[in-house]
Nanobody, 115 residues
């Protein structure tokens, strides 16, 4: 059984920073690719960033240079450092992984960027 739990969302002013965390209860966390996705009101869920077991990263063009994805395998935790936040970054942020052909999602954490 895999359970993903996100932490760290909140309200921040434009230009501010937040760090999201995703704790994975499953075993052998280190061998799996993990990802952050987001869904804004009235929009489809979209990819934000992914990180492989080899620490290779991939980012959506809209967040490149502002967001950094990372992982701590000893803590079964993935992070998303978000800097220079913009109002258009407002969304529910989800972590995701795929194992054994199944896709697992966290419950999501709300990020609101507003003055």
């Amino acid at each position: 059984q895999v359970q993903l739990v996100e932490f760290g969302g909140g309200l921040v002013q434009p230009g501010g920073s937040l760090r999201l965390s995703c704790v994975d209860s499953g075993s052998i966390f280190s061998i799996y690719t993990m990802g952050w996705y987001r869904q804004a009101p009235g929009k489809q869920r979209e990819l934000v960033a992914t990180i492989t077991s080899s620490y290779n990263t991939n980012y959506a063009d809209s967040v490149k240079g502002r967001f950094t994805i990372s992982r701590d395998n000893a803590k079964n935790t993935m992070y998303l450092q978000m800097n220079s936040l913009k109002p258009e970054d407002t969304a529910v942020y989800y972590c995701r992984t795929m194992r054994g052909g199944y896709v697992y999602w966290g419950q999501g954490t709300q990020v609101t960027v507003s003055s």
